[in-house]
């Protein structure tokens, strides 16, 4: 079995003219979380639309837990977990009835009971899915996506729309996923929510990646240290990849004048500053 879940290569799709994904690579490992992180219109739900066999693409290679997902296999559809758009379900069902009725459909599937407690939606169970919260159908949502068991889950901008609490509910929800050994590939816009829940991440901009790796260390690659201190009142600061020199020539020059960096700092852009640098639109940077 290899260790890779998903693998996509040179992946290109265009609606018409527009090329909304322009060759995309990006490999997720299993058990890994792999997050998707640009601002709207970046590429992330035409990407994963395809990984999920639902958009056909126009270029590349693309390997969903060893198949190639435009290929339609019910097998491996049950391998994955797709979070269906609360579409017409029947408004006046229980959440335990949903999720036992969407469970008779696989032949290994979780625990009702346990999957809802999963979602967080125990305390909701008997109530008609008509009278859930957005926030209470989108975990519902998940609870039918999680119900077959799968593998690997596509959760694209999990927790757009939610309030705070409900954000932390759904984050702890992806934590539990990942703890139980799923493989998660989830899209967001949130800079913090890639950064609370993924273990790697590719930023996404006009259809190419434009950065990849752990979050702590995505700024890091290209972004250079900054050494600002005050001199005079006025506030100086040099951009170095090379602080332990940098350093060493200011404070020698400054002893040699006698004086003191006053305020000496080292400091690293944010993953926020690298961010919003990355995927700032031409025009406004
Ligand atoms: N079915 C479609 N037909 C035409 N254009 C589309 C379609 N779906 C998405 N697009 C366009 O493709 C680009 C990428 O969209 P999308 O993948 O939804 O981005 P994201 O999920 O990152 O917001 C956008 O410019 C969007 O308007
Ligand atoms: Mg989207």
Redesign the pocket.
């Known amino acids: 079995m290899s260790e890779l879940a998903i693998e996509v290569s040179n992946l290109h799709k265009s609606y018409g003219s527009l090329e909304a994904v322009r060759g995309v690579s990006f490999d997720v490992r299993r058990g890994e979380v792999f997050g998707l992180l640009g601002p709207n219109g970046a590429g992330?739900?035409t990407t994963v639309e395809i990984l999920e066999g639902y958009r056909r693409r126009s270029a590349g290679e693309v390997w969903v837990l060893g198949h190639d997902p435009e290929v339609r296999d019910r097998g491996q559809q049950q391998r994955v977990g797709i979070v269906l758009q609360s579409c017409g379900f029947y408004p006046r069902v229980t959440v335990r009835e949903a999720v036992e009725h969407f469970a008779k459909a696989y032949p290994r599937a979780r625990d009702p009971a346990g999957t809802i407690a999963l979602v967080g939606l125990e305390e909701k169970a008997e109530a008609r899915t008509k009278d859930l919260s957005g926030g209470q159908r989108r975990r519902l949502d998940l609870a039918l996506a999680l119900i077959g068991d799968p593998e690997l889950v596509f959760l694209?901008?999990p927790t757009t729309g939610f309030d705070p609490a409900a954000r932390r509910t759904a984050w702890g929800v992806v934590r539990r996923l990942k703890d139980l050994g799923k493989t998660v590939l989830l899209?967001t816009h949130y800079l913090d929510e890639a950064q609370a829940l993924a273990d790697r991440v590719a930023i996404v901009k006009d259809g190419r990646i434009v950065a990849e790796g752990p979050p702590d260390q995505l700024g890091h690659g290209r972004s250079r240290y900054r050494v600002a201190y005050f001199s005079n009142g006025r506030r100086v600061e040099h951009q170095t990849d090379d602080p332990t020199e940098l350093l060493h020539r200011l404070t020698r020059d400054a002893l040699a004048r006698g004086e003191r960096l006053d305020g000496l700092e080292v400091t690293r852009p944010t993953l926020e500053e690298v961010y919003l640098h990355l995927t700032a639109d031409a025009d406004s940077v």
């Open positions: 992330k739900t694209d901008e899209t």
